[in-house]
C-alpha cells in the first residue's frame, strides 16, 4: 500500500525532519493513458506524482496544462500533485493550477521576475512553494529564498526532456542545501533512479524524482521501496551529524 500523502498534506516535513518521499515523473509515461499510468504507480507505492509542465519557450518541448490536471484530479483524487513548471512567466499559471488540484507549484528561479512576489502567489492559492534550478544555475541564487519555500528542486538533467543522463555533479549544490538547511525538503530530477540513488541520500535529498527508471521497471514497486531505503538512510546520517 503506498504511503501516499494525501490531497494537500504537506509533503515532506511533519516535524521530525524531512521524509524520504518518491515522486514519478509522468513525462516518459504513455501519456494517452495518463490516469491509468498514474494510479499505476500510486499502486506500486509513489508517495506523490511529478507532472512535468513545459511551454515550449523555457524549454524546447511541450507537455500538459491545467486542463489536463483538473481532469486528471478526478481520477486521481488524493495524490499529492507536485507540478514542475517548466515554463515563462510561471504567475501566470498559478492559480489555473491551484483551481486544478494542484498541491505544489514549483516554478524555475530563472523564470520568475520577481521571486518574492512569485512565493506570495503561490502561497495565497494555497499551495506549496517549490523553486528549481537548472543545472547551470548555482545554488546561491535560491539560498536567499530558502527560508520563504517548502522546496528546492536541483534539477540533475538540462530540463525539457526525460531519458537523460543524471549529472551527479549537481550532488554539490544539494549537500550544500542539507548541511545548512536540515529541515528542508530537498527535490533532485533528472535521470534518477535505483542505479544512482545512493549518490542523491548521500548528499541528503529527500524527495525522488524518477521518470523513465520507474516507468520502465518490470517492478516498479520494488524500485521505490529500493529508493526509500536509500533515502532513509541518507537523511538518519544527517541526522547524526
Ligand atoms: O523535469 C524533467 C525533465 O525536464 C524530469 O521530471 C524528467 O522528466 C524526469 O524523467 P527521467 O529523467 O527520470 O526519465
Ligand atoms: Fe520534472
Excluded at 511551454?55 to 478526478?74: A, E, M, Q, S, Y
Excluded at 515563462?88 to 524555475?108: C, I, K, L, N, S
Excluded at 536567499?144 to 538533467?157: E, F
Excluded at 535521470?191 to 549518490?199: H, L, R, S, T, Y
Amino acid at each position: 500500500m503506498s504511503s501516499v500523502m494525501s490531497h494537500k498534506m504537506a509533503a515532506g516535513n511533519c516535524g521530525d525532519g524531512p521524509r524520504a518521499l518518491i515522486g514519478p515523473s509522468i513525462l516518459n509515461a504513455d501519456l494517452a493513458d495518463l490516469a491509468a499510468e498514474s494510479n499505476r504507480l500510486l499502486d506500486a507505492g509513489a508517495d506523490y506524482l511529478h507532472l512535468d509542465v513545459m511551454d515550449g519557450h523555457f524549454v524546447p518541448n511541450l507537455t500538459i496544462g491545467h486542463p489536463v490536471i483538473k481532469c486528471l484530479r478526478r481520477r486521481v483524487p488524493a495524490a499529492f500533485f507536485d507540478m514542475h513548471m517548466m515554463v515563462e512567466r510561471p504567475e501566470r499559471w498559478v492559480q489555473p493550477m491551484a483551481d486544478a488540484g494542484a498541491d505544489q507549484y514549483t516554478f524555475h528561479v530563472e523564470a520568475a521576475g520577481d521571486v518574492a512576489a512569485m512565493v506570495r502567489h503561490v502561497r495565497e492559492a494555497g499551495m506549496r512553494v517549490g523553486v528549481a534550478l537548472k543545472p547551470g544555475t548555482a545554488v546561491d541564487v535560491v539560498t536567499p529564498w530558502v527560508d520563504r519555500v517548502d522546496m528546492v528542486l536541483v534539477m540533475t538533467v538540462e530540463p525539457g526532456f526525460g531519458g537523460q543522463s543524471f549529472m551527479a555533479d549537481m550532488m554539490a549544490k544539494v549537500r550544500y542545501l542539507r548541511e545548512n538547511f536540515k529541515d528542508l525538503d530537498i527535490e533532485v530530477d533528472g535521470g534518477v533512479g535505483p542505479v544512482n540513488i545512493d549518490a542523491c541520500a548521500d548528499a541528503g535529498a529527500n524527495m525522488i524524482v524518477s521518470g523513465t527508471a520507474l516507468v520502465t521497471s518490470s517492478d516498479p514497486a520494488q524500485a521505490m521501496m529500493t529508493m526509500r531505503t536509500s533515502v532513509t538512510r541518507g537523511l538518519d546520517a544527517f541526522k547524526k551529524v
